[in-house]
Protein backbone atom coordinates (compact mmCIF):
# COMPACT_ATOMS: atom_id res chain seq x y z
CA UNK A 1 0.00 0.00 0.00
CA UNK A 2 1.46 3.27 -1.14
CA UNK A 3 2.21 6.44 1.11
CA UNK A 4 -0.46 8.25 -1.40
CA UNK A 5 -3.01 6.01 -1.36
CA UNK A 6 -2.71 5.57 2.71
CA UNK A 7 -2.99 9.46 3.12
CA UNK A 8 -5.98 9.53 0.29
CA UNK A 9 -7.61 6.95 2.59
CA UNK A 10 -7.29 8.91 5.64
CA UNK A 11 -8.53 12.11 4.18
CA UNK A 12 -11.40 10.30 3.66
CA UNK A 13 -12.12 9.20 6.06
CA UNK A 14 -11.69 12.28 7.89
CA UNK A 15 -14.14 13.55 5.33
CA UNK A 16 -16.20 10.79 6.72
CA UNK A 17 -15.95 12.28 10.64
CA UNK A 18 -16.71 15.78 9.74
CA UNK A 19 -19.83 15.67 7.56
CA UNK A 20 -22.25 13.30 9.32
CA UNK A 21 -25.44 13.69 9.20
CA UNK A 22 -28.21 12.18 10.50
CA UNK A 23 -30.00 10.49 7.05
CA UNK A 24 -34.48 10.10 7.73
CA UNK A 25 -35.35 9.71 4.02
CA UNK A 26 -33.94 6.40 2.34
CA UNK A 27 -33.97 5.10 -1.18
CA UNK A 28 -36.02 1.18 -1.95
CA UNK A 29 -32.00 0.40 -2.69
CA UNK A 30 -30.82 -2.99 -0.95
CA UNK A 31 -27.49 -3.20 0.56
CA UNK A 32 -25.26 -5.88 -0.35
CA UNK A 33 -24.02 -8.57 1.77
CA UNK A 34 -20.28 -7.47 1.29
CA UNK A 35 -20.89 -4.08 2.47
CA UNK A 36 -23.39 -5.19 5.42
CA UNK A 37 -21.00 -7.66 5.95
CA UNK A 38 -18.17 -5.23 6.15
CA UNK A 39 -20.05 -2.41 8.63
CA UNK A 40 -20.87 -5.66 10.85
CA UNK A 41 -17.05 -6.39 11.10
CA UNK A 42 -16.15 -2.59 11.95
CA UNK A 43 -18.47 -3.04 14.11
CA UNK A 44 -16.84 -5.99 16.21
CA UNK A 45 -13.17 -4.75 15.75
CA UNK A 46 -14.28 -1.79 18.49
CA UNK A 47 -12.94 -1.10 21.62
CA UNK A 48 -14.38 -3.37 24.45
CA UNK A 49 -13.80 -4.04 28.20
CA UNK A 50 -11.89 -7.01 28.94
CA UNK A 51 -12.23 -8.71 24.74
CA UNK A 52 -15.02 -9.91 26.29
CA UNK A 53 -17.61 -8.24 23.77
CA UNK A 54 -20.57 -8.28 25.99
CA UNK A 55 -22.71 -7.15 23.28
CA UNK A 56 -24.95 -8.49 20.85
CA UNK A 57 -25.98 -6.76 17.45
CA UNK A 58 -29.85 -7.79 15.81
CA UNK A 59 -29.56 -6.85 12.08
CA UNK A 60 -33.44 -6.69 10.70
CA UNK A 61 -34.02 -6.60 7.30
CA UNK A 62 -37.83 -8.48 6.92
CA UNK A 63 -39.92 -6.15 6.19
CA UNK A 64 -42.79 -7.30 8.88
CA UNK A 65 -40.23 -7.11 11.93
CA UNK A 66 -39.34 -3.87 10.58
CA UNK A 67 -42.88 -2.46 10.44
CA UNK A 68 -43.31 -3.96 13.88
CA UNK A 69 -39.91 -1.98 15.21
CA UNK A 70 -41.32 0.95 13.26
CA UNK A 71 -44.52 0.76 15.76
CA UNK A 72 -41.99 0.65 18.67
CA UNK A 73 -39.65 3.52 17.45
CA UNK A 74 -42.98 6.06 18.06
CA UNK A 75 -43.97 5.02 13.85
CA UNK A 76 -40.74 7.04 12.64
CA UNK A 77 -41.18 6.35 8.59
CA UNK A 78 -37.51 5.57 7.93
CA UNK A 79 -37.57 2.47 10.20
CA UNK A 80 -39.83 1.34 7.22
CA UNK A 81 -37.55 3.02 4.33
CA UNK A 82 -34.05 1.86 5.10
CA UNK A 83 -33.36 -1.68 4.10
CA UNK A 84 -31.37 -2.57 7.52
CA UNK A 85 -32.49 -1.54 10.91
CA UNK A 86 -29.29 -2.76 13.72
CA UNK A 87 -30.37 -2.98 17.64
CA UNK A 88 -27.51 -3.12 19.62
CA UNK A 89 -27.63 -4.75 22.59
CA UNK A 90 -25.81 -5.24 26.28
CA UNK A 91 -25.61 -8.86 26.05
CA UNK A 92 -24.31 -11.02 29.33
CA UNK A 93 -25.87 -13.97 28.43
CA UNK A 94 -23.59 -15.43 26.13
CA UNK A 95 -20.48 -14.56 27.92
CA UNK A 96 -22.68 -16.33 31.50
CA UNK A 97 -23.32 -19.33 29.63
CA UNK A 98 -19.66 -19.77 28.12
CA UNK A 99 -18.30 -18.95 31.54
CA UNK A 100 -20.58 -21.72 32.88
CA UNK A 101 -19.53 -24.20 30.55
CA UNK A 102 -16.11 -23.82 31.55
CA UNK A 103 -16.48 -24.36 35.30
CA UNK A 104 -16.17 -20.58 35.87
CA UNK A 105 -18.65 -18.60 38.11
CA UNK A 106 -20.10 -15.41 36.61
CA UNK A 107 -20.65 -12.31 38.62
CA UNK A 108 -22.52 -9.94 35.55
CA UNK A 109 -25.97 -10.24 36.63
CA UNK A 110 -25.69 -6.43 38.02
CA UNK A 111 -25.51 -3.13 37.15
CA UNK A 112 -22.11 -2.46 36.95
CA UNK A 113 -22.17 -4.82 33.40
CA UNK A 114 -25.28 -3.76 32.38
CA UNK A 115 -23.61 -0.15 31.98
CA UNK A 116 -20.15 -2.34 30.74
CA UNK A 117 -22.26 -3.67 28.16
CA UNK A 118 -23.64 -0.93 27.12
CA UNK A 119 -20.80 1.41 26.58
CA UNK A 120 -19.07 -2.13 24.46
CA UNK A 121 -22.20 -1.67 22.39
CA UNK A 122 -22.20 2.01 21.96
CA UNK A 123 -18.81 1.94 20.39
CA UNK A 124 -19.30 -0.63 18.16
CA UNK A 125 -22.43 0.57 16.90
CA UNK A 126 -20.51 3.98 15.67
CA UNK A 127 -17.71 1.66 14.38
CA UNK A 128 -20.41 0.45 11.80
CA UNK A 129 -21.78 3.87 11.27
CA UNK A 130 -18.72 4.85 9.98
CA UNK A 131 -18.11 1.79 7.78
CA UNK A 132 -21.35 2.59 6.70
CA UNK A 133 -21.05 5.96 5.76
CA UNK A 134 -17.53 5.14 4.60
CA UNK A 135 -19.66 3.57 1.55
CA UNK A 136 -21.95 6.19 0.83
CA UNK A 137 -24.58 4.97 3.19
CA UNK A 138 -26.61 6.87 5.64
CA UNK A 139 -27.42 6.20 9.02
CA UNK A 140 -29.81 7.56 11.80
CA UNK A 141 -29.59 6.61 15.40
CA UNK A 142 -33.06 6.08 16.82
CA UNK A 143 -33.28 7.20 20.39
CA UNK A 144 -36.38 5.53 21.34
CA UNK A 145 -34.96 2.29 22.06
CA UNK A 146 -34.88 3.02 25.65
CA UNK A 147 -37.52 4.00 25.64
CA UNK A 148 -39.58 1.27 23.98
CA UNK A 149 -36.94 -1.46 25.35
CA UNK A 150 -39.50 -4.26 26.72
CA UNK A 151 -41.22 -3.73 23.24
CA UNK A 152 -38.25 -4.61 20.96
CA UNK A 153 -37.50 -7.35 23.93
CA UNK A 154 -40.46 -9.10 22.89
CA UNK A 155 -40.41 -8.42 18.67
CA UNK A 156 -36.49 -9.58 18.50
CA UNK A 157 -37.39 -12.31 21.00
CA UNK A 158 -34.66 -11.02 23.82
CA UNK A 159 -33.53 -13.98 26.47
CA UNK A 160 -32.53 -12.53 30.11
CA UNK A 161 -29.45 -10.95 30.06
CA UNK A 162 -29.94 -9.18 26.89
CA UNK A 163 -31.39 -5.45 26.81
CA UNK A 164 -31.46 -3.44 23.73
CA UNK A 165 -29.70 -0.12 24.37
CA UNK A 166 -29.31 2.01 20.79
CA UNK A 167 -30.47 1.24 17.23
CA UNK A 168 -29.44 2.41 13.57
CA UNK A 169 -31.33 2.56 10.70
CA UNK A 170 -28.86 2.14 7.41
CA UNK A 171 -29.56 2.55 3.86
CA UNK A 172 -28.82 4.58 0.95
CA UNK A 173 -30.22 8.55 1.56
CA UNK A 174 -32.67 10.39 -0.66
CA UNK A 175 -31.99 13.70 1.18
CA UNK A 176 -28.81 15.73 1.62
CA UNK A 177 -29.63 17.77 4.48
CA UNK A 178 -27.62 20.53 5.85
CA UNK A 179 -25.01 19.75 8.53
CA UNK A 180 -26.89 20.12 12.54
CA UNK A 181 -25.17 22.30 14.48
CA UNK A 182 -22.32 22.07 17.29
CA UNK A 183 -21.18 23.83 19.91
CA UNK A 184 -18.05 24.96 20.21
CA UNK A 185 -14.83 23.10 21.73
CA UNK A 186 -14.98 25.64 25.10
CA UNK A 187 -18.32 24.55 25.56
CA UNK A 188 -17.33 20.68 26.29
CA UNK A 189 -13.76 20.41 26.58
CA UNK A 190 -11.89 20.74 29.88
CA UNK A 191 -8.13 20.87 30.08
CA UNK A 192 -6.63 19.24 32.89
CA UNK A 193 -9.31 19.26 35.52
CA UNK A 194 -13.38 20.15 35.02
CA UNK A 195 -13.43 24.19 35.12
CA UNK A 196 -16.92 24.95 36.22
CA UNK A 197 -19.56 27.40 34.03
CA UNK A 198 -20.21 30.88 35.23
CA UNK A 199 -23.86 32.25 34.00
CA UNK A 200 -22.07 33.92 31.36
CA UNK A 201 -19.78 31.29 29.92
CA UNK A 202 -22.92 29.29 30.01
CA UNK A 203 -24.69 31.89 27.53
CA UNK A 204 -21.52 32.65 25.46
CA UNK A 205 -21.47 28.88 24.66
CA UNK A 206 -24.89 28.44 23.82
CA UNK A 207 -25.19 32.17 22.36
CA UNK A 208 -24.33 31.07 18.53
CA UNK A 209 -27.02 28.14 18.49
CA UNK A 210 -29.89 30.72 19.79
CA UNK A 211 -28.51 33.07 17.13
CA UNK A 212 -28.98 30.21 13.95
CA UNK A 213 -32.25 30.84 11.74
CA UNK A 214 -33.35 27.41 11.88
CA UNK A 215 -33.18 27.97 15.98
CA UNK A 216 -35.49 31.06 15.65
CA UNK A 217 -37.93 28.87 13.06
CA UNK A 218 -37.99 26.45 15.96
CA UNK A 219 -38.87 28.99 18.51
CA UNK A 220 -41.96 30.30 16.60
CA UNK A 221 -43.24 27.01 15.48
CA UNK A 222 -43.24 25.62 18.90
CA UNK A 223 -44.43 28.41 20.62
CA UNK A 224 -42.18 28.90 23.24
CA UNK A 225 -39.76 31.67 24.77
CA UNK A 226 -36.62 30.03 23.45
CA UNK A 227 -34.66 27.11 22.89
CA UNK A 228 -33.99 25.49 26.00
CA UNK A 229 -38.00 25.51 26.63
CA UNK A 230 -38.18 23.47 23.77
CA UNK A 231 -36.49 20.51 24.86
CA UNK A 232 -37.77 21.27 28.92
CA UNK A 233 -41.20 21.38 27.82
CA UNK A 234 -41.59 19.84 24.24
CA UNK A 235 -39.05 17.45 23.50
CA UNK A 236 -37.96 15.77 26.76
CA UNK A 237 -40.24 16.90 29.41
CA UNK A 238 -39.68 15.93 32.98
CA UNK A 239 -43.12 13.53 33.86
CA UNK A 240 -41.91 11.85 30.21
CA UNK A 241 -38.25 11.25 32.01
CA UNK A 242 -39.23 9.84 35.14
CA UNK A 243 -41.97 7.45 33.07
CA UNK A 244 -39.55 5.90 30.60
CA UNK A 245 -36.94 5.64 33.17
CA UNK A 246 -38.71 3.53 35.62
CA UNK A 247 -39.81 1.84 32.88
CA UNK A 248 -36.28 0.89 31.73
CA UNK A 249 -35.14 0.12 35.36
CA UNK A 250 -37.95 -2.29 35.18
CA UNK A 251 -36.57 -4.11 32.16
CA UNK A 252 -33.59 -4.42 33.26
CA UNK A 253 -34.64 -5.81 36.32
CA UNK A 254 -36.84 -8.11 34.58
CA UNK A 255 -33.78 -9.08 32.11
CA UNK A 256 -31.26 -10.01 34.71
CA UNK A 257 -29.01 -6.69 35.53
CA UNK A 258 -30.01 -5.41 38.79
CA UNK A 259 -28.82 -8.40 41.09
CA UNK A 260 -27.03 -7.33 44.60
Given at each position: ?192 KYKKYDEQKIKNIHAPKEALNSTKKLIEE ?39
Amino acid sequence: MTFAFKFTQNLLFMDTIFNHRSIRKYKNTAISDEVLNKLLLAATRASNTGNMQVYSIVVTQDAEIRKQLCEAHFNQGMVNEAPVHLTFCADINRFEKWCELNNAEPGYDNFLWFYNATIDAVLASQNACLEAEHHNLGICYLGTTTYMAEKIIDILDLPKGVVPVTSIVIGYPDETPELTDRLPLEGIIHYEKYKKYDEQKIKNIHAPKEALNSTKKLIEENGTENLAQIFTDKRYKKADNIHFSNEYLKVLKKQGFMNQ
